[in-house]
Every structure is written in structure tokens, then in C-alpha cells.
């Protein structure tokens, strides 16, 4: 499938303090973006998604910012606590002949310290 | 609430033994997708199915095989399983229309020795 970048690999921060994470993609095809949190020995779940013909959406502390000319989407998270500690990952839609199917960013470790 | 479902969360099998994992969904979704997840890897597309009897190979079918007979199971099978697929298999079905949710299972964690 095509790629989906995701950065940073690992970010650790204070709580109460935002967290962001940025991908890239590279399928023009893709109108699709939803981002999971994984919790240790649990599958991912889906956390909050944007579609191409938006720019921004939120959901009360977190929120998706979406740039389709620049092919990037970003995850942000606001007042941060430390149940926000997970692996979050990004992914992009693949077109019809995959089925919607969804490519992964490899994810993001993130800690959130009291 | 969607609600996917895998049989097992933990299995431990031998090299060339026959393993199926099943999955169920109670949505009437059509498209459903298997996947495996190791680390440094990310999640990445084994097979999937936009209908009964339907299936597709994903990114990564080799060793893998499917079967769709209902609509909310989707089986994966490794017909002779080897010590390279000792992984995580996520399970998944797909709202429909071009913009679906898709929502996964908890997983089943596949040691193969």
C-alpha cells in the first residue's frame, strides 16, 4: 500500500501540557483519516477521523487538522492527562479496489507524566 | 455500539499446525480486513472481504489464506504455520460508504514455536 509517515516515533510530555502528531501520505486517492489509540493488549480503537472535505475537526480535547494540497494531517491533544498515555496511530484510506482498507503511520508512543 | 469479536486473545501453536482465527461482527457490515501488527512495523493489510465468499489479497497474503461463508465472520488461516508469523491479528470491519469507520477487534496474539 502507499505510505503514511508518521512523527514523533515516541513523545513524552508534562501533564496538562499539548501533544502533537503530524503525518504525511502520499496517496491522492485517500479522503479518509482517522486516528486510533492502542492501550496495551488491547486493539486500537478509533478516536476521532477526518474526511477531505474538512479542514479541522474537535472533539473536546482532541482535534484533527487536515491539509490535502500539502498531503499532512495532523493529532492534537489539549490539557493532556496521564490516561492519554497509549500508541496512537494515523491512517489514510486506500481506494475501492482495497476496499477502504487503511494504511498505518508506525505510531506514536506517548507518555504523559503527573 | 460496534462490536468486533476474535476467538482467542492468546494462542500458542506449532511450527506446520493448521490455525484458524475467527472474527465476528454484529453490524451487517460488508468489508471486513485482517491485519497484523508488529513493532516497528506498524499495522499492515493481510487480506480482506467486501462481501460473503468475497476476498482479496492485501498487502502481505503469503501464508495466509481466508474464508467469508457469513456475512459477520471473516476466518484467517495459516495452513501450515511457521515461526515467522508469531505476531498480533487484528480483525476489522468497515462502515459502509467511501468515508466508514472502521473498527477492530482486540486482537489475538499468535505465538508460533
Known amino acids: 500500500g502507499e505510505n503514511v509517515e508518521q512523527h514523533p516515533s515516541t513523545l513524552s510530555v508534562q501533564e496538562g501540557d499539548s501533544a502533537v502528531i503530524k503525518c504525511t501520505y502520499s496517496?491522492?486517492?485517500?479522503?479518509?483519516f482517522p486516528w486510533y489509540k492502542q492501550e496495551l493488549g488491547k486493539g486500537p480503537q478509533l478516536i476521532i477521523d477526518i474526511r477531505s472535505n474538512v479542514g479541522e475537526k474537535k472533539d473536546q480535547r482532541i482535534a484533527v487538522t487536515l491539509n490535502k494540497t500539502a498531503k499532512h494531517f495532523s493529532l492534537h491533544i489539549t490539557e493532556t492527562q496521564p490516561e492519554d498515555s497509549a500508541v496512537y496511530f494515523c491512517?489514510?484510506?486506500?481506494?475501492?479496489?482495497?476496499?477502504?482498507?487503511?494504511?498505518f503511520g508506525k505510531g506514536t508512543s506517548l507518555l504523559v507524566t503527573p | 455500539d460496534v462490536k468486533v469479536t476474535q476467538s482467542s486473545r492468546y494462542l500458542v501453536k506449532r511450527t506446520g499446525e493448521k490455525v484458524f482465527l475467527e472474527c465476528v461482527q454484529d453490524m451487517d457490515h460488508e468489508n471486513m480486513f485482517w491485519y497484523r501488527q508488529d513493532p516497528g512495523l506498524g499495522l499492515r493489510l493481510i487480506y480482506f472481504s467486501y462481501d460473503v465468499k468475497m476476498k482479496e489479497k492485501g498487502d502481505i497474503p503469503e501464508g495466509y489464506s481466508v474464508s467469508r461463508e457469513k456475512k459477520e465472520r471473516f476466518s484467517l488461516i495459516l495452513e501450515s504455520a511457521s515461526t515467522n508469523q508469531t505476531s498480533m491479528y487484528l480483525c476489522a470491519s468497515r462502515s459502509p460508504g467511501q468515508g466508514g469507520e472502521q473498527y477492530f477487534g482486540p486482537g489475538t496474539r499468535l505465538t508460533v514455536t
Open positions: 491512517a489514510a484510506s486506500m481506494g475501492s479496489n482495497s476496499g477502504y482498507a487503511l494504511n
Open positions: 496517496d491522492s486517492a485517500s479522503n479518509y
